[in-house]
């Protein structure tokens, strides 16, 4: 039985008594309901047990009556019920004195009743009240499990989940963050204590009450759940019930990656994104989000990569780019990234964090391996940009911008690489509005000596030449990239420095010469 006094007092036949002392424990609950027969009575008495009396034992010593209300309250016992009309007309006025002092529920009961009468009043009302509560509870756990079968937003999950249970939610994150509140209760006061143990318990205040529990996935805490609950207790069947909530949380919130986040953290923080870039969203809002839900895009470098697919019509592309987001989410190289995806107008834009320690062109490579097999299953050619790295949040549109600008130039100049970096087309973005006679005359000037060669002799040349700009003049990068010795390369080298009348160790004339390439290419792609 898990009644309050004042509840029980509305059962009938015991709503025909009258509670007239100890008014201030009348939410004591009443666990059980027993007969005093026996004069040491109170060493058998448990904690929540309401006793029932005639009076007959301590007709005669009042005093008696007043020590038996001391061992009551120190058993625990949630009331004293006295039958008058027998031995008693009357409670003593000392007595329910005493009573209010202790704060302990004395009631009168109805004469007319037997006390199996009362008894048996009570076990029906909590028999009804707990095929009510199973009836309820079962309900609930068929809605629950019926939600988690769908795939709605994570907030959208929590709302439903705090309808269902019927009392407002909160959860809080593994690092104290306030992820959800449906409550009344400030963020702040809520988190006033933190850390919170990793395990169930009721949270107090003067305003409000809260059960908490833990998230778990497997052995680690992710965050805790509380339900604001008014109630003074918890039956086991309700507590299995929060139980059971708390672990469809704690499984959704961690079933994987690709899922968890496709489904909800993905789509939110993807319009918080477009958002900004189109909208003008302050970008601590973004970052706000990202914090709240522990992503690590802007806890350190980050780059931002604009991808898309080639060929695609217009009709086709909304869907394409919505698969190759897919692609991205469950390829295990680009899953250890961490990237956040949203697609666009200009394509699917992702944002990858590059912590300190990442080995150069790791990202590259994880691209390259998920486009290759994107080719390979769907016979589908993505083309990615990439911008340069980021260190701050407020940059995060300067990136967008970059990639915009190396995918427009890529397209224009017909690069062959499927992912092209902005940092290898920055030149061409400065000069690209450079006349073309001023082009040409820079070309004849810095390459001409070579290009008025035998044509097979400058265009080997020619490639020898781009190819060591493009590797930074790495002898041996260049001649693993020409599939020649190094020593051939070493000849080369020296060879045309000797035509152009250059000097590769100046920073200069590598400048000019880089400069004199791109000019070249810009003039090829305006011919074609």
């Avoid at 087309?425 to 690209?432: P, T």
């Amino acid at each position: 039985m898990h009644l309050t006094v004042e509840q029980a007092l509305n059962v009938f036949p015991l709503s025909e008594g009258k509670l007239v002392a100890g008014t201030a424990g009348r939410n004591r609950i009443v666990r059980s309901v027993n007969v005093m027969d026996a004069p040491d009575i109170t060493d058998w008495i448990k904690e929540g047990e309401m006793l029932f009396t005639t009076a007959y034992l301590i007709k005669d010593h009042p005093q008696d009556a007043t020590e038996l209300l001391v061992k009551l309250n120190q058993r625990g016992s949630s009331g004293l019920g006295i039958k008058l009309g027998r031995f008693w007309d009357a409670i003593p006025e000392q007595l329910i004195a005493f009573a209010n002092e202790l704060g302990f529920p004395l009631i009168e009961l109805p004469y007319q009743f037997t006390f199996s009468d009362q008894m048996s009043g009570l076990f029906k009302e909590e028999l009804r009240r707990n095929t009510g509560v199973l009836q309820d509870i079962f309900d609930k756990q068929v809605r629950l499990m019926r939600m988690a079968l769908k795939t709605d937003h994570i907030n959208e999950l929590f709302d439903a989940v705090a309808d269902i249970i019927g009392f407002p939610m909160a959860i809080v994150g593994s690092r104290g963050q306030i992820v959800y509140n449906s409550s009344q209760v400030a963020d702040t006061e809520l988190t006033g204590s933190w850390p919170w143990p990793q395990q169930q318990k009721w949270m107090k205040s003067k305003q409000w009450q809260a059960f908490r529990i833990p998230l778990m996935k497997q052995s680690r805490c992710t965050g805790f759940v509380l339900f604001f609950n008014p109630q003074l207790f918890l039956s086991t069947i309700e507590e299995s019930l929060y139980l059971q909530a708390a672990e469809l949380l704690s499984y959704q919130m961690n079933f994987n990656y690709e899922d968890y986040f496709e489904l909800s953290v993905q789509k939110d923080f993807g319009v918080l994104i477009k958002r900004y870039l189109r909208n003008g969203l302050p970008i601590d809002k973004v970052v706000e989000y990202a914090d709240r839900w522990e992503l690590e895009v802007f806890q350190s470098q980050y780059v931002c990569v604009l991808s898309d697919i080639a060929h695609a019509s217009a009709l086709q592309r909304s869907e394409k780019l919505e698969k190759l987001k897919s692609d991205f989410l469950s390829h295990a190289k680009l899953q250890e990234w961490k990237g956040m995806h949203v697609v666009m107008e200009e394509g699917l834009l992702s944002v990858f964090p590059e912590p300190e320690g990442q080995a150069e062109g790791s990202l590259m490579s994880a691209l390259n391996a998920c486009f290759a097999s994107i080719q390979r299953e769907c016979g589908e050619s993505p083309r990615a940009a990439v911008s340069c790295r980021k260190k701050r949040a407020d940059q995060l549109y300067e990136a967008f911008d970059e990639c915009r600008q190396t995918q427009r130039l890529a397209t224009e100049w017909g690069v062959g690489q499927s992912i092209t970096s902005f940092d290898t087309m920055d030149l061409a973005i400065v000069f690209e509005h450079v006349s073309k006679d001023r082009m040409e005359a820079f070309c004849n000037r810095w390459l001409g000596g070579l290009v008025n060669k035998d044509p097979d002799y400058a265009s080997e040349m020619l490639r020898t030449l781009e190819t060591y700009l493009e590797q930074d003049g790495q002898l041996n990068e260049t001649a693993k990239k020409l599939y020649i010795h190094r020593n051939t390369a070493t000849y080369r080298i020296e060879k045309l420095s000797e035509i152009l009348g250059v000097d590769f160790k100046k920073m200069n004339d590598l400048l000019r010469l880089k400069i004199a390439f791109l000019f070249r290419k810009l003039l090829i792609n305006e011919q074609s």
